[in-house]
Nanobody, 123 residues
Framework: QVQLLESGGGSVQSGGSLRLSCAAS????????MGWFRQAPGKEREGVAA???????WYADLLKGRFTISRDNAKNTLYLQMNSLKPEDTAMYYC?????????????????WGQGTQVTVSS
């Protein structure tokens, strides 16, 4: 079955950077919309960024300019570069795919999920 494995989370100070990775198995990510979501304690899961099969990116409005989504098709791996991190970015970050070539970034539309990687930003 499809496996998505996130890594790269950790604890950083405000203003720092992290790069998250999502390695896929039994699933060719270049063929599909791939996204990053996050969920903070007590809050709903929300879309962060997504990339369709044509490499057209989508970003949550509040994150534009700080986060960059990309993928390495040879490694079948999705990335999220996060810069200028803020305490409010603290959350569990998930990699996901909707199994379609296009992206409509709604949590309910994504059926394949990784286990998540924790990002903690301290002030």
């Amino acid at each position: 079955q499809v496996q998505l494995l996130e890594s790269g989370g950790g604890s950083v100070q405000s203003g720092g950077s992290l790069r998250l990775s999502c390695a896929a198995s039994r699933y060719t990510i270049s063929n599909y919309c791939m996204g990053w979501f996050r969920q903070a304690p007590g809050k709903e899961r929300e879309g962060v960024a997504a990339l369709d099969s044509g490499d057209n990116p989508w970003y949550a409005d509040l994150l534009k300019g700080r986060f960059t989504i990309s993928r390495d098709n040879a490694k079948n791996t999705l990335y999220l570069q996060m810069n200028s991190l803020k305490p409010e970015d603290t959350a569990m970050y998930y990699c996901a795919s909707n199994g379609k070539w296009y992206c409509r970034v709604r949590t309910a539309d994504f059926g394949y999920w990784g286990q998540g990687t924790q990002v903690t930003v301290s002030s």
